[in-house]
């Protein structure tokens, strides 16, 4: 993806209502070949998906649920469908829905879409960190559950990759910024006979590293990342129209981690690349996160156990 005249990098704490993206063309671009196919895609789930408790609740008098198919794929594709309570449920949104990795986070923000039942959260992994954005595929369960300014919620996170590829720099080359100029302050310490343009470029070994960074959209993700499982390849989509999915996990930052799943579509790897255990590789990727399910959501406090 991208926009004119933003092409900078933003922290995710900058962003406003402009950067959230309120579509899922692009998701499903990734994932089908012809986005006539969409109304294909709906039918499907809504006759052969299925559901759980746990992705159903009333508020306001309006009845929602979401509908999943196919069930034995952690990639599936949903519907919420949405009215009055013991009327005609209608399809009010349509997503690729994805299983994911358990975290511990902090409530700090949301983002109602307009249509009334998609959104965001935005939430802090520790108090010195960015503010992270995510879609929440359950939003109209969540935002009931308990998505409240410091309130901490267990969240499944997973990604849906719009690119990938084998890393294409293992080492970089710092001549100014902050970290250079400690590095220069301590160099120069150690030979004062040298003068400040004498200093050799600071070279940090990129191998192994976990890089999380934002980009001008709110829950979109640029990273770098070793592949440090096999990846689980599996194909999603309706017969004839298969497209092959790579899945591993990533784990983001020291103090606090953060743990991702991650789906890339066979049409998201550069030039045909493969992800492989012992990679680094970089990623653009778009974030999912919804409170973990629940087997009786209430709306409202106390949430019961988990389902398995």
């Keep these: 993806m991208s926009q004119d005249n933003q092409n900078e990098e933003m922290d995710p704490r900058d962003f406003d209502p402009r950067g959230h993206v ?182 940090i070994d990129m191998r192994g590293k976990h890089i999380l960074g934002g980009t001008q959209y709110s829950s979109m993700y640029q990273s770098r990342a070793t592949v440090e499982e096999e990846p689980v390849s599996f194909m999603f989509g309706p017969e004839g129209a298969q497209v092959k999915i790579y899945r591993f996990p990533v784990v983001f930052g020291d103090k606090t981690p953060i743990a991702i799943m991650i789906y890339a579509p066979e049409k998201a790897c550069e030039n045909g690349y493969v992800p492989e255990k012992g990679h680094d590789v970089e990623m653009l990727f778009w974030l999912q996160g919804r409170i973990t399910d629940y087997e009786d959501v209430t709306f409202g406090h106390g949430a019961q156990a988990p389902v398995q």
């Design 22 to 203: 309120e579509d899922m063309r692009d998701k499903w671009q990734l994932l089908l070949d012809d986005l006539n196919a969409i109304p294909g895609v709906i039918q499907r789930t809504l006759t052969e998906g299925g559901t759980r408790k746990s992705w159903a609740g009333i508020e306001n008098g309006t009845e929602y649920m979401m509908m999943a198919w196919p069930a034995e794929s952690t990639l599936r594709s949903a519907v919420v469908v949405a009215g009055p309570k013991d009327g005609k449920l209608e399809p009010r949104a349509v997503f690729p829905f994805l299983e994911g990795i358990p975290n511990m986070l902090q409530i700090e923000a949301v983002h109602n879409w307009k249509d009334g039942v998609q959104g965001e959260a935005g939430v802090l992994p520790s108090e010195d960190s960015p503010l992270l954005w995510f879609y929440d595929p359950l939003f109209f369960r969540d935002r009931n559950v308990d998505l409240t300014f410091g309130v901490t919620q267990s969240f499944v996170l997973a990604g849906l990759c719009y690119g990938i590829r084998r890393t294409l720099i293992d080492e970089l080359t710092l001549t100014d910024g902050p970290r250079y100029e400690e590095y220069a302050a301590g160099w120069l310490a150690e030979h004062p006979d040298k003068k400040s343009y004498e200093v050799p470029p600071l070279k």
